[in-house]
Structures are given as C-alpha cells and as structure tokens.
C-alpha cells in the first residue's frame, strides 16, 4: 500500500511539469527519462575525461581519472542493459545539467597556468560531476525500485556505490594536490585552504 501510494504521488509530480522537454506522465516514463539523460551525462562524461587525464599533473590523479573512464564507459552499458530489458530504444536525451558542469569546470581548468592549481581545480571540476552524477543515480535507483524491478534497482545501486567512491578518491587526492596549491599562494592561499576545509 506505502509503495502504491509513493507511486502514485510521484506520477502526480511528474502531471506539474508542464512545457520544455519533459513530457512524462507517469512514474515509468520519468524513470525513462531519467535513465536517458544519465545515458547522456555518461557519454558526454567519456568525451570529457580524455582532456582532464591530459590537463592533470598528478601521477595519481591522471591514474584515478583513468580507471574512472573504464567504470564510466561500464555505467553506460548498464543503463543500456536496464533500457533493453524493458523494452526501450538505447537513445540518450540530451543532459544540459551535466553539459553546463563539464563546460563550467573545462573553462576553470583552461584558465589555471599553474600545474598544482590546475590539479585542484580538476579535481573541484570532477567533484561536481560526481555529486551530481549521486543525485541523479540516487533518483533512478528508487524508481526502479518503486516499480518493483530489483535487478535494474541493483545495477543502479551499484553504479551509486561506485559514484561514491570515486567521490572519496577525489577527496582523498585534494589533500596533497591542495596543500600543494596552497603553498603556491603563500599565506593567502593557505588561509583559503583552511577556510575551505573547515567550510
């Protein structure tokens, strides 16, 4: 009865979308959707890590950034296996969200001449990838489970757990790459890391 009912009231958030590209009206279609634009996100994401990986002056972020595309292109192949099993064409709509992410954080990145401050805007860029990327999978898991489709429900989870720890990779990085970049801007730099830290 409870998932009947969050059923039926997300189908009735879904009605309050009016005009754009959202044309969804029921629960199902907006799971469609949100697995099309993840697709998306995915791809534009593959296109994307290339240039990063070359930008990076980190041994350890260029190799934290490459095992990442590999996880990457095996997420969009999951969301083309869930696509499938229900019957849906492999086709991507269009993700501006991530598009404005990816853009946002290739022009910071081509502004930084420094090499360790390149490095840490790298990593703020793909953060920001990531915590949307959680958003967005987060959503479609509880679709899928709503719908009573468990093994679409797994595959998402575990494209989740995977978002997460790269998540914590990236943190994990940020110290060095940070303490680095601090020290390139003397006192001033460092005030800035501790008040980001403590932020």
Do not use: W
């Amino acid at each position: 009865m409870q998932k009947r009912e969050a059923v039926e009231s997300a189908a009735e958030l879904v009605n309050h979308y009016k005009g754009g590209k959202m044309k969804a009206n029921t629960l199902q279609e907006l799971y469609v959707e949100q697995l099309r634009d993840l697709y998306d996100a995915e791809h534009q994401i593959i296109k994307a890590l290339p240039k990063m990986i070359s930008a990076a002056n980190s041994k350890d972020l260029r190799q934290a950034l490459t095992e990442h595309l590999q996880v990457t292109k095996d997420q969009a192949t999951r969301i083309e296996q869930i696509l499938e099993r229900r019957g849906e064409k492999t086709k991507a709509e269009k993700c501006k969200g991530m598009q404005g992410i990816i853009e946002e954080g290739n022009d910071l990145v081509s502004k930084t001449r420094d090499s360790d401050v390149r490095d840490a805007a790298i990593i703020a860029a793909a953060q920001r990838v990531e915590h949307y990327e959680m958003a967005g999978y987060g959503t479609a898991r509880t679709f899928a489970t709503l719908l009573e489709e468990e093994d679409a429900s797994e595959l998402l989870q575990q494209t989740l757990n995977e978002e997460k720890e790269a998540d914590q990779t990236l943190t994990d990085l940020s110290g060095n790459v940070d303490e680095n970049a601090a020290d390139r801007g003397g006192s001033d730099g460092r005030r800035m890391l501790r008040s980001r830290h403590v932020a």
